[in-house]
């Protein structure tokens, strides 16, 4: 005999009617996350307009966001950079699903900008501004600042990347 | 949200609907409806699991057949909570017990309604069925037995 496992599958409906008892629970997952020196100093960096990053003054690669140390040669990384607000994109997607797993019809678009002078280095960010279709690899993008009195010291003082020629 | 430049706060959102199983599903049923515990019955092992189970853990065997158990037992841990699970103060102290039955394998964690020591004996007091939900806490407490 075919070996049938217990148990039946539940379908939405299921949950909606109350066909099995259920327990609610919404756990308190709140945290605070240090930044560390070098991300703190770069997030105080937004909050001015800048982007900032280090450089290795052993090997010459820049880190944007920066680092307290290259790691390429372990040495500390000493010089700092104020760097431009534009860049390039390395790779992006499009998401027509929110960080709660909803659905959404306006689709965010994910990008690795390449920061201008910095080598190939470079963080996430979103672009607007563009169509979907439009977003390219290689695109030419510039940063949109919040204005200056509603920046926090947060990556979202950028408030996103837009094509720039 | 920033709050300085030294800290990233944030949350997750996570929800979370849990559901009791075939055996635990049985065991609330039976607690909504009819203000009584039932274990899993396994014959071969002669042991009545609580809270049932759909297998029993010794030799594997599916379990099938529920059995009444008393309402009574005896405490076999217990401790006093001043925090809820969020880390904040409870206005008053919440004294959790583990209550083994003495006809069951197993046991259950829930509030007494009093403080208890271990080997107290205690039963279960029910809610009224029209307030129960099909839920642990429709057994109320466990209170001591004088």
Not at chain 1, 68 to 82: A, M, Q, V
Request: hydrophobic share 35%; proline share 6%; net charge positive.
């Amino acid at each position: 005999m075919p070996f049938e496992p217990p148990g039946r599958g539940l379908k939405e409906e299921d949950l909606e009617r109350n066909n099995v008892l259920t327990v609610a629970y919404q756990p308190m997952a709140k945290y605070a996350w240090a930044t560390g020196v070098a991300i703190g100093r770069f997030l105080n960096g937004l909050k001015a307009g800048e982007i900032l990053g280090t450089k290795c003054d052993s090997c010459g690669r820049i880190a944007v966001p920066p680092r307290i140390f290259c790691e390429w040669c372990f040495k500390r990384t000493g010089t700092w950079l104020k760097l431009p607000d534009t860049g390039t994109v390395n790779t992006f997607s499009i998401s027509y699903i929110a960080t709660d797993t909803t659905r959404q019809k306006t689709p965010t678009i994910p990008a690795v900008i390449e920061i201008d002078s910095a080598g190939h280095a470079g963080f996430l960010h979103i672009i607007g501004e563009a169509k979907p279709d439009d977003v390219r690899i290689g695109m030419h993008v510039k940063a949109v600042w919040a204005d200056p009195e509603k920046r926090k010291g947060s990556i979202t003082d950028i408030r996103y990347f837009k094509p720039h020629k | 949200m920033m709050t300085d430049s030294n800290t990233v706060e944030g949350d997750f959102p996570v929800h979370f609907r849990y559901t009791a199983g075939l055996a635990g599903e049985k065991f609330l049923r039976e607690i909504k409806d009819n203000g009584r515990l039932i274990a899993a019955r396994c014959n071969s092992c002669q042991l009545n699991y609580i809270p049932p189970r759909i297998y029993c853990e010794r030799c594997m065997s599916k379990l099938e057949e529920y059995v009444p158990v008393e309402n009574s037992g005896v405490v076999q841990s217990y401790t006093i909570c001043t925090q809820d699970n969020e880390g904040k103060q409870l206005p008053e102290p919440v004294n959790i017990a583990f209550v083994r039955f003495p006809s069951a394998h197993g046991g259950l964690i829930h509030k007494t309604k009093e403080e208890v020591c271990v080997g107290d004996r205690v039963r279960a007091v029910f809610k009224n069925k029209s307030g129960r939900t099909g839920s642990i806490l429709d057994i109320e407490y466990f209170e001591k037995i004088p």
